[in-house]
């Protein structure tokens, strides 16, 4: 599938960077790699002392580093980030964790779906890869929100682009002519959930975010454990005690915030529920931390249903 080169785009990439140099320098050589040229790469380093890109990267005039050792997240930085693309009027902006790496006509074939998707009566706010878990080969699920809920899904059609509420931020092409209707990610989120509620934002703006399956990205997301669970193998994703508790907090504050009426109610209950099966999943599966990490899901939980978000584990 190759992009109508008659539609040309300005693209910049962005990078969060924290404390891991070889995911890092793996993604720049990805995104440097595409066949689709991107005319900057911007990296917010959240790592106490600035991570080491290889010469060759540092010799690459298009890659902009900003160190951040104070860490304000991959919700904070990417605000950052689509406010100087936006400044410096870029058409796109090519979101990323460092632990992605896309294929090298990931972004020609997003481009491809946009041009063609795309109408004055079809508004597109994000086209997202179909992002694959680099350990274990498995299709990571996009999001929809189900009244009290985000619930990943299978789409019925995994030839043509779908639509859905929010695909990972990670490899997700944002077009800037969004901010005029929707506000940047929220930056009390710091590191989970950002893309759950800014995808959600942008569809209820009226904006569709559409999933190419042509598009590949590899990520890795926690550490993957298999187990038998009553006679079916299942892989679980085991995470730091500080993962847990932005995961239990910004999904419990997220899924009530946007929940009305009924929904409210049956959202506490499903929390308390994800409660007691994380923590029983750590107790039997986890060999570290056990105690710790049970306590961030209580204490993440607790203050997702107080709204106390910020950076505060």
């Known amino acids: 599938m190759g992009c109508d080169r008659q539609t040309t785009y300005k693209i910049a990439a962005y990078i969060t960077a924290y404390e891991d140099a070889i995911a ?10 595409q066949s689709y040229p991107i005319e900057q790469i911007l990296i917010v380093d959240n790592s106490p002392r600035s991570l080491h890109l290889t010469e060759e990267h540092r010799a690459d005039e ?12 991959i919700a904070g930085g990417l605000a950052l980030a689509i406010q100087w693309a936006v400044q410096h009027e870029y058409d796109f902006l090519w979101t990323f964790d460092q632990d992605s790496a896309p294929a090298s006509h990931c972004l020609e074939t997003l481009l491809a779906a946009y041009t063609k998707c795309a109408t004055d009566t079809y508004a597109i706010g994000m086209m997202a890869p179909t992002a694959i878990d680099a350990r ?33 931020t990670s490899g997700a092409l944002v077009w800037l002519k969004t901010v005029d209707r929707v506000e940047p990610p929220d930056v009390g989120l710091f590191i989970d959930g950002i893309d759950l509620d800014y995808g959600l934002r942008l569809r209820q703006a009226g904006f569709h975010n559409l999933v190419v399956p042509g598009a590949a990205m590899y990520h890795r997301f926690g550490v993957p454990f298999q187990a038998e669970v009553l006679g079916r193998k ?34 506490c209950l499903r929390r308390m529920k994800f409660l007691l099966l994380t923590v029983l999943k750590i107790l039997a599966f986890d060999n570290g931390s056990k105690p710790q990490k049970a306590i961030a899901c209580v204490v993440g939980t607790y203050h997702g249903f107080l709204g106390k978000l910020g950076k505060t584990w």
């Open 24 to 33: 890092l320098n793996e993604c720049v050589t990805a995104l440097r790699s």
């Open 136 to 168: 274990t080969g498995q299709t990571v699920k996009p999001s929809l929100f189900l009244g009290d809920r985000f619930r990943g899904f299978e789409p019925a059609n995994v030839i043509t682009p779908y639509e859905c509420d929010a695909p990972i």
């Open 62 to 73: 298009r890659i902009i580093t900003w160190h951040h050792p104070e860490n304000m997240g």
């Open 234 to 267: 299942k892989v679980f994703q085991l995470y730091s005690p500080l993962r847990y508790y932005y995961i239990c907090r910004n999904h419990t504050y997220l899924e009530l915030r946007h929940s009305e009426g009924w929904y409210r109610f049956t959202c």
